[in-house]
């Protein structure tokens, strides 16, 4: 059972528009919450993380939004430029001594110009 | 050479050959994982490495044999493939295994073919 879902595989977004990307996740124990971007022919980059005692961590254009009680996070992307296209993985660190990443199974972004 | 680095990039292999796949880091990382990514389908961890140490196996095949003989360096060992075994192969590192508050540092990948 998937502990990290992306419900979406796919986004399509016109440049200068927000991008909104979302991930549910199950396990209540998760303390850390990431998402990476990854292009084709690259490995994942990191992109941005918030803890799981926060709400909102902005960097730049990108915003995560964590909302605890529906577990879900969101990733804001504004405004949206073609060089985010891109694959987006959500990520949730596990808490104890598991402390190891899982991840979703990645939404496609493709922002247009 | 700097971050994470994986040879070969691309691999065909039939059923009955055995390769190894290669995963190098210079960021002085003392965690190392290898992750298998299907289409479609969520990063899939496969093992962890803290200090030269498996920390975990998550139920891998046993056709599937890793090997850190340093912190800098990870194999994955892999003979009498299936093709349903054909997908990205990535190698990741990070600076402690308890505490990836950073995340990891992934390398680009090994794009498998099992024929």
């Known amino acids: 059972d998937q502990q990290v879902k992306q419900n979406s595989p796919s986004l399509s977004v016109q440049e200068g528009r927000i991008s909104i990307l979302n991930c549910d996740y199950t396990?209540?124990?998760?303390?850390?919450f990431l998402w990476y971007k990854k292009y084709p022919a690259e490995g994942p980059t990191f992109l941005i993380s918030?803890?799981?005692?926060?709400d909102k961590n902005e960097d730049g254009r990108f915003t995560v939004f964590l909302n605890k009680s529906a577990k879900h996070l969101s990733l804001h992307i504004v405004p949206s430029q073609p060089g985010d296209s891109a694959v987006y993985f959500c990520?949730?660190?596990?808490?104890?001594?598991?402390?190891?990443?899982?991840f979703g199974s990645g939404t496609q972004l493709t922002v247009l110009p | 050479e700097t971050g994470v680095t994986q040879t070969p990039r691309h691999l065909v292999m039939g059923m009955t050959n055995k390769k190894s796949l290669k995963c190098e880091q210079h960021?002085?990382?003392?965690?190392m994982y290898w992750y298998k990514q299907s289409a479609k389908k969520p990063l899939e961890l496969m093992f962890v490495?803290?200090?030269?140490?498996?920390?975990e196996n998550n139920s891998v095949p046993s056709r599937f044999s890793p090997e850190c003989p340093n912190s800098s360096h990870l194999f994955l060992h892999l003979h009498t493939l299936q093709p349903e075994d054909s997908a990205l192969y990535l190698c990741?590192?990070?600076?402690?295994?308890?505490?990836?508050?950073?995340?990891?540092?992934f390398g680009s990948g090994t794009r498998l073919t099992v024929v």
């Open positions: 990741a590192s990070s600076q402690d295994h308890s505490w990836s508050v950073y995340g990891y540092t």
């Open positions: 396990n209540s124990m998760f303390d850390y």
């Open positions: 918030i803890s799981s005692i926060k």
């Open positions: 990520a949730a660190r596990g808490s104890g001594s598991a402390r190891q990443l899982t």
């Open positions: 960021l002085g990382h003392n965690a």
């Open positions: 490495y803290s200090l030269e140490e498996r920390v």
